[in-house]
């Protein structure tokens, strides 16, 4: 796989050929697996996605290749992980979850053809919104028992230890080690601004100063910093304590805000829930009011402190509450959306445009291109998985789990 990633962002037509072997390839596995449920599906969908960046700017970086076809090869693990939804899809019985999600995808297509964002940005946008639901069902089916899931996330904790080893050695060699790799290739094929150095979304503000980002093979440290915060979280439930340490100090280099909020929750909600299990002895059906006021307070304290950092201009994360403002101000003038592509990272301008202000607001992003329903729906979406998802959790030694479950 790694060597069709390579000769595939060589040049245009090897994308091309490239992305019909990736097909068949995706087709294939899933023709042969899909019956036996086997995790090595859901094995080359993680790999995929965190070493696709890499691999690609290998290829483009030799040949010397920046054009929009790298574009079209950073799309191939969603190619797989859509394949491998649909195979999903279709081998089990379809229910009311699908059917609202078949609303929402089709909701989605219409707003692709509003609004002036061009047709990558779109694509993009698109693809950001539904493919949760794919990765769902892959997960439903391939990861269906206790023993595929200690399979699949021993396996994760092996991917994150070596990607935080290669985080640091690259991170010591500076700028010059990731534009070895190709890192500005990508970037500039993916119309992201690049800087002098490397991308800007490499930097970060922390304490008044401009840090570096750890991103290793993922070329992204936003994205890269929730895939270790998660492996993290795995190791502890799993009591790697070693691993644990190492990949929290991994996590810190990201810099990633949302991913360090993600571990911080995880371990507060952890240490609450044992101190109330140590102060009841029966915690889940006495005195459930005390449980609730003592989770109330914490979470309030660590929504005030963050709150609190995020909006001093000496820490990088105050730009997310700008952008929700921001995004609440517009969409409240205009409830049913300003379509997709419309705001965002990707979005161009001579000017900083309010589709541009909201890129880092999340979830109010979603509803500047797609309206309130459409957010609505998606959150609506969303909890009916987590549902789901924790209803299963109780069923194996992974219920620590849960937080991820209904937070994410």
Known sequence: ???LFILSSTNKIMTIIGLLLFLIFAIYGNVKYVRT???IIAKLIVTAILFQNFF???????????????SLVTQFPFLLILISGIFSLVYKRIDKRDIWFLVFLILCTVYCFIGKGSISVKLVYFRNFTAFYFVFLCGKHYLDTKEKIDVFLKYITKLAVLAGVFGILISCLGESGYEFFGV?????????TVWEGLPGNFYTMFNGKWVSRMASFYFEPVNFSYFMAFSAIISFCRKKWKIFVFLILCEFLTFGKGGWFVLIAFLGVTLAHTIVQKIFDNWETKKIKNVIL?????????FG???????TSKFGGYLHFYGLITAVKYISERPWGYGMGSAGNLVKGLEMSAGHTVAEAGLANMGYQIGVFGMALFIGIVMSLSINITAFIDDNKYKKFKVLATGS
């Open 184 to 192: 500005n290739e990508i970037y500039i094929a993916k119309r992201y």
């Open 294 to 302: 003592l989770l109330s307070l914490f979470g309030s304290g660590c």
């Open 37 to 39: 449920g086997d995790v």
């Open 305 to 311: 402190t963050i709150f609190y950092l995020f909006l």
């Open 1 to 3: 796989m790694s060597l």
């Open 56 to 70: 690609i700017g290998i290829g483009a970086h030799v040949f010397s290749n920046n054009s929009d076809s790298l």
